[in-house]
């Protein structure tokens, strides 16, 4: 049995705002299959300790960075945590990466820094019973592990998954003491950053293997393009570095059991859920396709190339119905363009329910995403029989099969793609949907190819128990 515990920032059910929750929540229990013991460590947000029953304390912590704090046990929803009882650092109302108005908390490096010393001290002296063999570190929020697995002199493998390289949890050098940080370790082999220290750079630098959520990422992420100033450290790193594709939890998001919806076995059960979300979000029907969009709303995602294409989606009498939140200008222009028409409908806000709905009921998912690690709801998507319009990139590129002319002949295509990412391109995709859509025989072939998809987290699971497994010291 190989132990392993993940450092992250989120973990579904309990606290998300993304897709690094899911992989947190889902692919624990994936790997219970491949022989792993995974824990996952959680910074308690009020969010989380709201939730707890029955935990158990296994640690104390006089002073964690300006407080005392408690780690506590807990099990629940099949997965085995560790929370950080650190009222100091994570009790507050608003975000928890910010405050209500969307400003990013000022201690951030010490509530995260916190996360990655825990997580480094539970590798040197267990926690309870239970010490890990491997740590597995997700995103900046636990890049300064290795630093803190150096000064607790303790060898224990470090994983680093990079799952959105445009966080790079910098900040001034005047933190070095707050952050317990070893000054003689401040260069360009650890964990400086043009001056600043970078949590990101100090797991890129020292992980013993990073992974990247997609194999497309993976090489994107060589190029200064898609690198955003940590191409060069990938670079260096290249022969650690490897692309493992994300899966879905399957019990989650299957249509025949999912208790948000009306379950359907085949797509043909669409057509109940389709005329249900069009009452939800005040859309009459109408003879083109019904597309549905659900993401958090930023530059990454490509709202302004969608608002840019949308016309040729109205004129084929297609619909949008969207559900976001996130950078206000982007909330508004979407609203603008809701009031504008009949068939836009926007809700903002964050609805776990709704998105079920959504991609039930929707006939295709929009993800024109500039840049796009993995992505998951086009997985979602292809699950549902609701085939995904994708930008090629990243884990769109690898997870979606374009319907070129053969692929449509061969009988694999389960989706359309478009290149490059901008909004002309987006208007032929769009031309394109329509027109598959107007040919049932052709829209219902690529549905039954995306259904059949596997979209579980099998074979990624197996690939990371490999990397875990190449890291373990042979007994002695
Ligand atoms: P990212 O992690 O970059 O946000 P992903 O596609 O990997 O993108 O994951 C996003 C996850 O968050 C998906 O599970 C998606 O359904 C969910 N999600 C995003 N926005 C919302 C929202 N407004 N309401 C409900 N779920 C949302
Ligand atoms: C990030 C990426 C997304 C990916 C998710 C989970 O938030 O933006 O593409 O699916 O992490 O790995």
Redesign the pocket.
Known sequence: MTKVLFVVSECAPFIKT???A??AGALPLALSAFDCDVRVLLPGYPAVIAQLSKTKVVKTYEDLFGGPAKLRRWKYAGLNLFIIDAPHLYDRDGGIYGDVTGQDWADNPERFAALSYVGASIASDGAGDWTPDILHGHDWQAGLTPEYLQSAGTDVPFVFTV??IAFHGNTSADRMNALHLDATRFDADHFEFWGQISALKSALMGADKITT?SRTYAEELLTPEFGIGMDGVLRHRKADLSGIV?GIDEAAWNPATDPNIKPYKTAAGKAANKQALQKTFGLATSDGPLCVLVSRLTE?KGIDLLLEALPELLRHRGQLALLGSGEPKLEVALLEAAASHENIAVKIGYDEALSHQMIAGGDAILVPSRF?????TQLYGLRYGTLPLVALT??LADTVINASPAALASKVATGIQFFPVNGQALTNAFTRLCDFYSQPAVWKAMQRNAMKQAVGWDASAAEYSAIYSSLMKAPS
Do not use: F, I, S
């Not at 796009?372 to 998951?376: A, H, M, S």
């Open positions: 993304g897709g690094l899911d992989v799952h959105n959520v994300n990454q796009e690690p993995c992505g998951l990243g884990g």
